[in-house]
């Protein structure tokens, strides 16, 4: 009997743990090729100035939050090897994190820049948007300094990147509406302008690089439903197609592993598009509705193929805005986290421990 | 900074060897009234004398008198009167407050009677500051004055910018500014800025924390300033200043006896040029210029007193303009943004105090033009927003002593009117240009016995028609006090309101800007104060303490905050609100020290689905006090003062707190005496150790900042 005690208080116990252990073997750093790295979900919270750091392998997973400090309305993130930027928006920095010991520095961009959008050229630059002066600056996110300004085109909002180039989306949006189409600078690997791309679609605001393609959604005109998504060749430097009827104001965009487009519209939800039958999977009429109510602000697809979302509520004081994972088919939530207030854009870091 | 260094070394030199013995600055105040004790009529124009001083008073046709500027201490009072027998009394004047003194004068000679009077506020949360300390202080805005009270943060961007006011840890728009009794609050964003009145307007600022509506009207909810602008005197003044960032200003006034009055006028100017280098960001360390900072001000006044209908009437009138650069934040700049204000105004005030029957009548109008322009901002749309304002208001009220003992011992009621013209740019064309506001009111005090002790009973009502929704608001308020020795306790309930401003409700519709046609009033529908104080003579020290602690919940407070699609609304949010309140003062008489410590704690948090998230709004400190030492040897005087604005939140989260600071100020000046002129040459330091931190996040603060002052005034005479 007394032998058979501990065996049984054990095995409780193990039973107990199991969540916590699965939870913690989820979050378990990732060794390959010789490095240890563990994979991180990056979300940036609008409200609150803050980063909420999520382990991205784990079903329950830790978060961490990340000050970034007093000033600014960040709405966009970028994240490679163990930095994230953050333009700082109407604070004229962009904030390098160091994923790995969590602390900030911010490093100046031109006056009234209006940092918004950024995407990494290679692990040490990352290439900001000044939307209010048309250029863009890269940072050195290792030393933490800012090259000279890169001129561009109109209101360059957000960034991709891919194929070793960063495609940097100019909105046009003068007085902040839309004077016309939008377009597509492209910064080479060399750091410099290697061309840009002539859209027809209006006030581009989010893209994504697959392959020789750049996906790009189309906000439109505020409160006129018009929102497009622009196919656009990388090859050829044209827009191959523009599909409509993606409605009011999306604002995020990417693709899964299934192949579908998904778009995150605010008002509506998660809608998917097929580019081969030309057909909404889930339209802006039935989509997708994470924790059964929009808003949704942001869809990202993690290395494994999970798509997650982002809901910020109504953005009101107290109030944390909620990350949603979904496994395929993408229709139902497997994990909840709750974020800062108003979180508003998603990136993944590989992050090496080393 | 060389030529600053340089003067205030001659000053300082100058000041040491032409010392001489004098009495220091005066801070206190005696009041009374004078009547026949056999008639128990007021007695006019009795002489009142401070002996061994050239201080000196009448009374008016009320039998009221006042003495200004006294310092404190003990004094010998002489009343005189044609008829009567003079009377001479020992007075104990204490710092800052208003020591009562009621005396009544015998037709026949009788012999001299001691008499101790303790001064005493009308409510023990109230600070008042006197034109003699407002002179005392330096102070060069409202603002500054407005700073010296307990439980007051003021916030401002920079130091030439627009600079509001927070009580126990409320939005600038839940307090009421009353100027002459018409609001200073902007109807467009219901917020006032102190900083656009200069000191030299003012007479006396009273503030009063806590919610108010039931004596004072709408948006009174955290609090209330009182704004007394130049009284008439009998007086003679004028004043030099120089400065830092460029500052010079000039000062003077004229006062005579008119009758059983007095007028008195005067104009003010003053200029900063602005200017300073600073680090252009916390994470930035290149300095740059700060530049569009400058400003330029004037004020004029004119004031008149006299008795009229055996009552005493005051007309005032005055003027005050400024222009002033908007240099935005210190990393991003607007260098061509700029304010311009005039702004008029013209009250008259009656007031018969009878034996047992108050009645006063005031009416009061201002009119305003502010012009808001910037022709290339560094983001968003360039703008140029005119806001002409019209106001008139009138005010009725009477008081009835019923008797000194009895459930029901005073009962008083009254009501007011006020008219609003406001033309704005920033407004939409479906605001209202013209409303129509009205209050009634009523109070009544009595008391009960309990436990062999008397409570004092207080109770307050006020109705109040918004102009804009036509809608009906009710607030009350009720108290009851009693005394244990020197010790007094004070437990009271409120309830008030605040409306939405104009710029909530019917603002210009633009980008990322939408109406919440569902906006409601912020309303605390149940503040609970307790309150206590204690005086006493302690050894050689006059010791004061007082501490009050309170919670009152927000319903609905108006917030503007962004949704998902970085749409700005209006929203009403629930708020909790708690905290307390601490003020101590030690006075060694004999030493002329006095040392006060101001100490505030307010938690104000907000509520989600009726938890308390603990999460504190943004930008209220939660921690506030305020310290100063002052020693008056002879014809010197010292002060200094430290104050610490503490932790405080730049989002609606509990992160990137801003970590809280101290900065300190100094003051020294000297008196002299040239024939009937006093002089006084002052030194006034502010940021004394260069402390460049600033309450709100991005405006960049010059550091130390000093100021020469040279005041001269003459006054034989006191008028009531």
Same mark, same amino acid.
């Given at each position: 009997m007394s032998n058979r005690t501990p065996g049984r208080l054990a095995r409780l116990a193990c039973f107990a743990l199991l969540p916590a252990a699965l939870a913690a073997c989820g979050a378990d750093p990732i060794t390959g090729g010789g490095a240890t790295y563990t994979r991180m979900e990056v979300i940036v919270n609008s409200i609150s100035n803050t980063l909420t750091l999520v382990s991205a392998d784990s079903i329950a997973p830790t978060a961490r939050s990340v000050s970034l400090g007093a000033q600014g309305s960040p709405v966009s993130v970028a994240a490679r090897g163990a930095y994230a930027v953050v333009p700082m928006g109407t604070y004229p920095f962009a904030a390098v994190v160091?994923?790995?010991?969590?602390t900030v520095r911010n490093v100046a961009l031109p006056a009234n820049s209006g940092a918004t959008g950024a995407a990494f050229l290679n692990d040490s630059i990352a290439i900001v948007g000044n939307p209010n002066r048309n250029s863009v600056t890269p940072v050195n996110v290792r030393a933490g300094t800012a090259g000279a300004e890169i001129a561009v085109g109109t209101y360059p909002q957000a960034l991709a990147a891919g194929n070793g180039n960063v495609y940097v989306l100019n909105a046009n949006l003068v007085n902040f509406s839309p004077a016309g189409p939008g377009s597509v600078t492209v910064i080479g690997s060399n750091g410099t302008v290697a061309g840009s791309i002539v859209l027809t679609g209006i006030n581009p605001a989010s893209g994504v690089v697959v392959g020789n393609t750049l996906v790009a959604v189309n906000s439109g005109h505020f409160g006129q439903g018009d929102g497009t998504v622009s196919l656009v060749n990388l090859v050829t430097a044209k827009e191959d197609q523009l599909i409509a009827g993606f409605g009011e104001f999306p604002g995020s965009v990417d693709v899964g592993p299934d192949g579908l487009i998904y778009v995150g519209v605010y008002s509506k939800g998660i809608v998917s598009y097929n580019v081969s039958t030309g057909q909404f999977v889930r339209g802006p009429s039935n989509p997708v509705v994470p924790g059964g109510a929009p808003p949704v602000s942001a869809v990202a697809f993690d290395y494994a193929g999970r798509l997650h979302t982002l809901a910020p509520g109504d953005c009101t004081p107290g109030t944390p805005g909620k990350e949603y994972g979904l496994p395929a088919p993408f229709t139902a939530t497997e994990r909840v986290v709750n974020t800062g207030v108003c979180p508003f854009a998603i990136a993944f870091a590989t992050v090496p421990l080393s | 900074m060389a030529g600053p260094r340089i003067l205030f070394l001659l000053l300082l030199g100058m000041m040491w060897f032409g010392a001489s013995p004098l009495l220091a600055q005066f801070p206190g105040e005696l009041a009374g009234t004078v009547t026949d004790a056999a008639t128990r009529a007021p007695v006019e124009a009795a002489s009142i004398d401070l002996a061994g001083t050239p201080v000196a008073a009448r009374t008016d046709a009320s039998g009221a008198f006042r003495l200004r500027g006294l310092e404190p201490g003990e004094y010998r009072v002489t009343v005189r009167r044609a008829g009567y027998a003079a009377r001479e009394l020992p007075v104990t004047v204490r710092n800052g407050a208003t020591a009562r003194l009621d005396v009544a004068l015998h037709p026949v000679p009788l012999a001299l009677q001691a008499l101790r009077v303790t001064a005493a506020a009308a409510d023990p949360a109230a600070t008042t500051v006197s034109r003699e300390q407002i002179e005392a202080s330096g102070a060069r805005t409202a603002a500054d004055v407005v700073e010296r009270a307990g439980g007051v943060v003021v916030r401002g961007t920079g130091p030439t910018g627009p600079r509001t006011v927070s009580i126990r840890g409320s939005a600038a728009d839940e307090v009421l500014v009353l100027v002459d009794g018409a609001p200073l609050n902007d109807p467009v964003t219901g917020e006032a800025d102190l900083g656009a009145v200069p000191a030299a307007s003012v007479e006396r600022v009273t503030v009063l924390p806590g919610a108010r509506t039931a004596r004072y @009207?709408? =948006? +009174?909810? +955290?609090g209330v300033v009182l704004v007394e602008t130049r009284a008439a005197r009998a007086r003679q003044a004028a004043e030099l200043s120089a400065g830092s960032l460029g500052e010079w200003s000039g000062r003077g006034e004229v006062g005579a006896a008119l009758g059983p009055g007095a007028w008195s006028a005067g104009a003010h100017l003053r200029r900063i040029g602005g200017g300073f280098d600073y680090a252009r960001d916390v994470s930035d360390p290149t300095v740059v210029r700060r530049a569009n900072d400058d400003l330029d001000e004037w004020s004029a006044f004119g004031a008149v007193q006299s008795t009229v209908a055996g009552g005493e009437l005051r007309l005032r009138g005055g003027w005050d303009a400024l222009d002033r650069g908007l240099p935005g934040l210190g990393h991003t700049p607007s260098p061509r943004a700029r304010e311009e204000m005039g702004r008029g105004r013209a009250s008259l005030a009656w007031r018969r105090a009878g034996a047992r029957t108050t009645v006063a009548v005031a009416a009061s109008g201002a009119a305003q033009r502010v012009r808001f322009s910037d022709p290339a901002p560094p983001f968003g749309l360039p703008y140029d927003d005119t806001t002409r304002v019209r106001t008139g208001t009138a005010r009725v009220d009477a008081d009835r002593l019923l008797g000194?003992? @009895?459930?029901? =011992?005073s009962v008083g009621g009254g009501a007011e009117a006020g008219v609003q013209r406001v033309e704005a740019g920033a407004l939409s064309s479906t605001a209202p240009r013209t409303r129509w506001d009205f209050g009634a009111f009523g109070h009544a005090g009595g008391g009960v016995a309990l436990g062999g002790r008397d409570v004092a009973l207080g109770a307050e009502a006020r109705a109040d028609r918004d102009g804009v929704t036509r809608d009906w608001f009710l607030s009350r308020a009720l108290s009851a006090a009693a005394a244990f020795g020197p010790l007094r306790v004070q437990l009271a309930n409120r309830s008030s309101f605040t409306p939405p401003s104009l710029g909530d409700q019917f603002f210009r519709e633009g980008v990322g800007v939408v109406p919440n046609p569902d906006l409601r009033p912020e309303r605390v529908p149940s503040e609970w104060e307790a309150s206590a104080q204690y005086g006493a003579t302690l050894g050689p020290a006059d010791v004061s303490l007082a501490a009050s602690a309170f919670t009152g919940d927000v319903k609905g407070m108006i917030v503007w905050l962004p949704d998902f699609a970085f749409r700005w609304s209006p929203r009403n949010l629930d708020v909790a609100r708690r905290g307390a309140d601490a003020r101590a003062e030690i006075g060694l008489p004999a030493a002329r020290l006095r040392v006060t410590g101001a100490w505030t704690a307010a938690r104000v948090t907000w509520v989600r689905d009726g938890e308390d998230t603990g999460i504190q709004v943004a930008y209220r400190p939660e921690h506030a006090g305020l310290f100063t030492a002052r020693w008056s040897p002879g014809a010197w005087r010292a002060e200094a003062a430290a104050r610490y604005t503490g932790l405080r939140y730049p989002v609606p989260d509990r992160a990137n707190a801003l970590p809280g600071f101290w900065s300190a100020e100094l003051a020294v000046s000297r008196e002299w005496r040239l024939g009937r002129w006093h002089a006084v040459t002052a030194v006034d330091v502010d940021r004394l150790f260069d402390e460049t931190q600033s309450?709100? +996040? @991005?405006y960049p603060e010059p550091g130390r900042r000093i100021r020469f002052d040279l005041r001269l005034s003459r006054a034989d005479l006191h008028q009531p």
């Amino acid at each position: 009997m007394s032998n058979r005690t501990p065996g049984r208080l054990a095995r409780l116990a193990c039973f107990a743990l199991l969540p916590a252990a699965l939870a913690a073997c989820g979050a378990d750093p990732i060794t390959g090729g010789g490095a240890t790295y563990t994979r991180m979900e990056v979300i940036v919270n609008s409200i609150s100035n803050t980063l909420t750091l999520v382990s991205a392998d784990s079903i329950a997973p830790t978060a961490r939050s990340v000050s970034l400090g007093a000033q600014g309305s960040p709405v966009s993130v970028a994240a490679r090897g163990a930095y994230a930027v953050v333009p700082m928006g109407t604070y004229p920095f962009a904030a390098v994190v160091d994923l790995r010991a969590g602390t900030v520095r911010n490093v100046a961009l031109p006056a009234n820049s209006g940092a918004t959008g950024a995407a990494f050229l290679n692990d040490s630059i990352a290439i900001v948007g000044n939307p209010n002066r048309n250029s863009v600056t890269p940072v050195n996110v290792r030393a933490g300094t800012a090259g000279a300004e890169i001129a561009v085109g109109t209101y360059p909002q957000a960034l991709a990147a891919g194929n070793g180039n960063v495609y940097v989306l100019n909105a046009n949006l003068v007085n902040f509406s839309p004077a016309g189409p939008g377009s597509v600078t492209v910064i080479g690997s060399n750091g410099t302008v290697a061309g840009s791309i002539v859209l027809t679609g209006i006030n581009p605001a989010s893209g994504v690089v697959v392959g020789n393609t750049l996906v790009a959604v189309n906000s439109g005109h505020f409160g006129q439903g018009d929102g497009t998504v622009s196919l656009v060749n990388l090859v050829t430097a044209k827009e191959d197609q523009l599909i409509a009827g993606f409605g009011e104001f999306p604002g995020s965009v990417d693709v899964g592993p299934d192949g579908l487009i998904y778009v995150g519209v605010y008002s509506k939800g998660i809608v998917s598009y097929n580019v081969s039958t030309g057909q909404f999977v889930r339209g802006p009429s039935n989509p997708v509705v994470p924790g059964g109510a929009p808003p949704v602000s942001a869809v990202a697809f993690d290395y494994a193929g999970r798509l997650h979302t982002l809901a910020p509520g109504d953005c009101t004081p107290g109030t944390p805005g909620k990350e949603y994972g979904l496994p395929a088919p993408f229709t139902a939530t497997e994990r909840v986290v709750n974020t800062g207030v108003c979180p508003f854009a998603i990136a993944f870091a590989t992050v090496p421990l080393s | 900074m060389a030529g600053p260094r340089i003067l205030f070394l001659l000053l300082l030199g100058m000041m040491w060897f032409g010392a001489s013995p004098l009495l220091a600055q005066f801070p206190g105040e005696l009041a009374g009234t004078v009547t026949d004790a056999a008639t128990r009529a007021p007695v006019e124009a009795a002489s009142i004398d401070l002996a061994g001083t050239p201080v000196a008073a009448r009374t008016d046709a009320s039998g009221a008198f006042r003495l200004r500027g006294l310092e404190p201490g003990e004094y010998r009072v002489t009343v005189r009167r044609a008829g009567y027998a003079a009377r001479e009394l020992p007075v104990t004047v204490r710092n800052g407050a208003t020591a009562r003194l009621d005396v009544a004068l015998h037709p026949v000679p009788l012999a001299l009677q001691a008499l101790r009077v303790t001064a005493a506020a009308a409510d023990p949360a109230a600070t008042t500051v006197s034109r003699e300390q407002i002179e005392a202080s330096g102070a060069r805005t409202a603002a500054d004055v407005v700073e010296r009270a307990g439980g007051v943060v003021v916030r401002g961007t920079g130091p030439t910018g627009p600079r509001t006011v927070s009580i126990r840890g409320s939005a600038a728009d839940e307090v009421l500014v009353l100027v002459d009794g018409a609001p200073l609050n902007d109807p467009v964003t219901g917020e006032a800025d102190l900083g656009a009145v200069p000191a030299a307007s003012v007479e006396r600022v009273t503030v009063l924390p806590g919610a108010r509506t039931a004596r004072y @009207g709408p =948006r +009174a909810q +955290a609090g209330v300033v009182l704004v007394e602008t130049r009284a008439a005197r009998a007086r003679q003044a004028a004043e030099l200043s120089a400065g830092s960032l460029g500052e010079w200003s000039g000062r003077g006034e004229v006062g005579a006896a008119l009758g059983p009055g007095a007028w008195s006028a005067g104009a003010h100017l003053r200029r900063i040029g602005g200017g300073f280098d600073y680090a252009r960001d916390v994470s930035d360390p290149t300095v740059v210029r700060r530049a569009n900072d400058d400003l330029d001000e004037w004020s004029a006044f004119g004031a008149v007193q006299s008795t009229v209908a055996g009552g005493e009437l005051r007309l005032r009138g005055g003027w005050d303009a400024l222009d002033r650069g908007l240099p935005g934040l210190g990393h991003t700049p607007s260098p061509r943004a700029r304010e311009e204000m005039g702004r008029g105004r013209a009250s008259l005030a009656w007031r018969r105090a009878g034996a047992r029957t108050t009645v006063a009548v005031a009416a009061s109008g201002a009119a305003q033009r502010v012009r808001f322009s910037d022709p290339a901002p560094p983001f968003g749309l360039p703008y140029d927003d005119t806001t002409r304002v019209r106001t008139g208001t009138a005010r009725v009220d009477a008081d009835r002593l019923l008797g000194e003992t @009895g459930l029901l =011992r005073s009962v008083g009621g009254g009501a007011e009117a006020g008219v609003q013209r406001v033309e704005a740019g920033a407004l939409s064309s479906t605001a209202p240009r013209t409303r129509w506001d009205f209050g009634a009111f009523g109070h009544a005090g009595g008391g009960v016995a309990l436990g062999g002790r008397d409570v004092a009973l207080g109770a307050e009502a006020r109705a109040d028609r918004d102009g804009v929704t036509r809608d009906w608001f009710l607030s009350r308020a009720l108290s009851a006090a009693a005394a244990f020795g020197p010790l007094r306790v004070q437990l009271a309930n409120r309830s008030s309101f605040t409306p939405p401003s104009l710029g909530d409700q019917f603002f210009r519709e633009g980008v990322g800007v939408v109406p919440n046609p569902d906006l409601r009033p912020e309303r605390v529908p149940s503040e609970w104060e307790a309150s206590a104080q204690y005086g006493a003579t302690l050894g050689p020290a006059d010791v004061s303490l007082a501490a009050s602690a309170f919670t009152g919940d927000v319903k609905g407070m108006i917030v503007w905050l962004p949704d998902f699609a970085f749409r700005w609304s209006p929203r009403n949010l629930d708020v909790a609100r708690r905290g307390a309140d601490a003020r101590a003062e030690i006075g060694l008489p004999a030493a002329r020290l006095r040392v006060t410590g101001a100490w505030t704690a307010a938690r104000v948090t907000w509520v989600r689905d009726g938890e308390d998230t603990g999460i504190q709004v943004a930008y209220r400190p939660e921690h506030a006090g305020l310290f100063t030492a002052r020693w008056s040897p002879g014809a010197w005087r010292a002060e200094a003062a430290a104050r610490y604005t503490g932790l405080r939140y730049p989002v609606p989260d509990r992160a990137n707190a801003l970590p809280g600071f101290w900065s300190a100020e100094l003051a020294v000046s000297r008196e002299w005496r040239l024939g009937r002129w006093h002089a006084v040459t002052a030194v006034d330091v502010d940021r004394l150790f260069d402390e460049t931190q600033s309450l709100i +996040a @991005g405006y960049p603060e010059p550091g130390r900042r000093i100021r020469f002052d040279l005041r001269l005034s003459r006054a034989d005479l006191h008028q009531p």
